[in-house]
């Protein structure tokens, strides 16, 4: 049925859960599993705007940081996983929106399923804001399971 399934994550408690159900679905199924987090999309400042200039080394620094935060939420998704069979690939898409990335992890890795939590919020953030859930439930040309958690 599913071959490669690609789980997503934030590194929160409900992020964390969908990995676990994910590899139990990967482990009963013969899949293999990926794992996929995605850096903050990096603010784009404006001299004017904030009023002083910025070190010469912010953007490094700033990703740097990224990749560091990125590295320690996919650790523990890794350990997570492990209790249930390997991983194949964990993988960093830096700068760039948390659905976009992982549509784009999802492409470039030959996925067949994506698995990703998405956490209750009021009607309002729904309406407004929509949720990095719902567009990569619209948007991907493959499976997707969304774990309401």
């Given amino acids: 049925m599913y071959k490669r399934i ?17 590899a139990a679905l990967a482990a009963g199924l013969g899949a293999q599993l990926l ?8 603010p784009v400042f404006s001299r004017s705007e904030i009023g002083m200039s910025l070190p010469h080394d ?30 194949e ?3 960093h898409i830096p700068n760039e929106e948390p659905y976009a990335g992982i549509l784009e992890a999802a492409r470039e890795e030959g996925a067949d399923l994506i698995v990703l939590a998405s956490r209750s919020k009021t ?4 309406i407004f804001i929509g949720s990095q859930a719902s567009k990569v439930l619209s948007l991907a040309p493959i499976p997707v399971l969304v774990l309401k958690i």
Wanted: glycine letters at 6%.
């Fill in 123 to 126: 009607l309002m953030d729904r």
């Fill in 6 to 22: 690609l789980a997503a994550t934030d590194g929160s408690d409900f992020a964390n859960q969908a990995v676990d159900h994910a």
């Fill in 35 to 42: 794992l996929v987090t995605v850096g903050d999309k990096l």
């Fill in 89 to 91: 690939k964990a993988i």
């Fill in 58 to 87: 912010i953007y490094e620094r700033l990703g740097k940081a990224d990749a560091a935060k990125a590295r320690h939420i996919l650790d523990e998704a890794t350990a997570i996983a492990r209790r249930h069979g390997p991983v």
